[in-house]
């Protein structure tokens, strides 16, 4: 019930689509983490969510243990978007109703409920700042109610965990975004337990 509830929670927020997974069913591989440092991914190093500084996919799959529910969520892009800089505004949306979805399913008594979204904070948050702040150790994040780690740092499989939603028919393109001929999705996902 709680977790139609929070399906509700998401599509009155604004996605496309929202589906719960077994967290068990997300698959992650070090391969796909390993894209973030040697395809020398522009924002590597420049955030607290991404990498080096999250725990990557042997960190994620101690956490994925402890959950048994994950609330995966899209929002349909058209192609010409995905390519254009308008995407980062998709991203951003994810990014805030990924962490809405996580604080309202901590407020529902799912305390441990952790939100990821697609893209880099650095760039769709804090691309006006030189620095992080977290990784400066300056101060605290400046968007702690918004801004999500990565999913591409952690190896996750965006494409198999949206096949996994019942959302086929899609090729990876970057981390959380995905594409067919002519519509991509940008995509987030919470842990909820
Ligand atoms: S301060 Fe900005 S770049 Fe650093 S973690 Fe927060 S949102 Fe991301």
């Given at each position: 019930?709680?977790?139609?509830?929070?399906?509700?929670?998401?599509?009155?927020?604004?996605?496309?689509?929202?589906?719960?997974?077994?967290?068990?069913?997300?698959?992650?591989?070090?391969?796909?983490?390993?894209?973030?440092?040697?395809?020398?991914?522009e924002?590597?190093?420049?955030?607290?969510?991404?990498?080096?500084?999250?725990?990557?996919?042997?960190?994620?799959?101690?956490?994925?243990?402890?959950?048994?529910?994950?609330?995966?969520?899209?929002?349909?892009?058209?192609?010409?978007?995905?390519?254009?800089?308008?995407?980062?505004e998709?991203?951003?949306?994810?990014?805030?109703?990924?962490?809405?979805?996580?604080?309202?399913?901590?407020?529902?008594?799912?305390?441990?409920?952790?939100?990821?979204?697609?893209?880099?904070?650095?760039?769709?948050?804090?691309?006006?700042?030189?620095?992080?702040?977290v990784?400066?150790?300056?101060?605290?994040?400046?968007?702690?109610?918004?801004?999500?780690?990565?999913?591409?740092?952690?190896?996750?499989?965006?494409?198999?965990m949206?096949?996994?939603?019942?959302?086929?028919?899609?090729?990876?393109?970057?981390?959380?975004?995905?594409?067919?001929?002519?519509?991509?999705?940008?995509?987030?996902?919470?842990?909820?337990?």
């Amino acid at each position: 019930m709680s977790l139609e509830k929070l399906i509700n929670t998401a599509l009155e927020s604004g996605v496309s689509d929202a589906a719960v997974i077994s967290a068990q069913d997300i698959k992650v591989q070090d391969e796909l983490a390993a894209l973030c440092t040697d395809s020398r991914c522009e924002n590597y190093g420049l955030s607290a969510g991404c990498p080096p500084f999250v725990s990557g996919p042997s960190g994620f799959r101690k956490i994925q243990k402890k959950f048994n529910h994950a609330l995966v969520i899209k929002i349909d892009v058209p192609l010409e978007i995905l390519m254009a800089n308008q995407v980062y505004e998709i991203m951003k949306i994810v990014h805030e109703i990924a962490a809405y979805v996580e604080s309202s399913a901590v407020k529902m008594g799912y305390t441990r409920s952790k939100a990821f979204a697609g893209g880099s904070c650095k760039k769709i948050f804090c691309h006006e700042y030189r620095d992080c702040c977290v990784i400066s150790k300056k101060d605290r994040c400046r968007n702690p109610e918004s801004a999500r780690a990565s999913m591409s740092g952690f190896g996750i499989n965006v494409a198999e965990m949206l096949k996994t939603a019942g959302w086929s028919g899609t090729s990876i393109v970057k981390d959380g975004e995905t594409s067919t001929d002519s519509m991509s999705w940008v995509a987030g996902m919470v842990l909820v337990g």
